[in-house]
């Protein structure tokens, strides 16, 4: 049996993957939510994790030191690497939408749109006719729009309490996001039978728990 590495998400993304793993039957250590050590060994599944910032998951797919990872949609999308997208894991869902101060029209003639997400923004106001200046920000981007930066963000939103206490209010909702299985394209070849049967695996465990909800 070959040897499988995964890369994981590390942060608010861990913890779910984390479970449906656990509960698709993989013998994980419990230790591993815990733990600083960024490459874990599990001897008896014969397989490596590799634990990583969430937006560089598929940089690790893409090259193939990894074989299969967990990503972010937003990730994929802002991205476009060439990675496999093998399954709908349903967690860690939100969606992206354009938010700003109330009651303001994006009259000005290259409104300021304050992101993370360049290429998804860009891509999105391109798609229905607005010119837009692109201000790329790393965290806190509901600041911009309070502070006078832009005119509208591009960001993640889920319980809409940042927007709320920012006094923010979301004008269009982009697209959705949940965490995708990923896989590299000449693993997938080479290793696939253990990938499919991962995919199996985790899509039982996946089906279950949308049917549950
Ligand atoms: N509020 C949220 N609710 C649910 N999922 C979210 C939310 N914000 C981000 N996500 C998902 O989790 C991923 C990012 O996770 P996380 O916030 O742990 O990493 P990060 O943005 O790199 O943060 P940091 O730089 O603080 O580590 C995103 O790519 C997205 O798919
Ligand atoms: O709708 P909500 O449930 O409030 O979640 C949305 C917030 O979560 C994410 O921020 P994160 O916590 O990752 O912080 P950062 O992007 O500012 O680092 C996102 O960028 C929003 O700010």
Avoid: W
Avoid at 30 to 43: D, H, Y
Avoid at 120 to 136: D, F, R, S
């Amino acid at each position: 049996m070959s040897e499988l590495t995964i890369a994981m998400p590390k942060g608010r993304i861990f913890e779910e993957a984390y479970e449906l793993l656990i509960q698709a039957g993989f013998n994980l250590p419990a230790e591993m939510e815990m733990s600083r050590k960024l490459m874990i060994e599990i001897p008896e599944e014969n397989i490596r994790f590799i634990l990583a910032k969430p937006m560089d998951v598929p940089v690790y797919v893409e090259h193939g030191v990894a074989d299969i990872g967990i990503a972010g949609k937003d990730v994929l999308l802002e991205q476009g690497r060439t990675v496999h997208e093998l399954l709908d894991l349903k967690i860690s869902e939100c969606y992206i939408a354009s938010a700003g101060l109330p009651n303001t029209t994006m009259d000005e003639i290259a409104p300021r749109i304050a992101t993370k997400y360049p290429e998804i923004a860009t891509k999105y106001y391109k798609g229905i006719g607005e010119q837009v200046e692109i201000i790329e920000l790393n965290g806190s981007i509901e600041l911009a729009p309070m502070i006078g930066l832009a005119d509208r963000i591009v960001d993640i939103v889920s319980t809409g309490r940042t927007l709320k206490e920012n006094g923010l209010v979301e004008y269009e909702h982009i697209t959705d996001v949940s965490s995708r299985l990923i896989a590299n394209p000449v693993s997938y070849r080479l290793k696939g039978a253990r990938i499919t049967d991962l995919v199996r695996r985790l899509k039982k465990i996946v089906n279950e728990q949308v049917k549950d909800a």
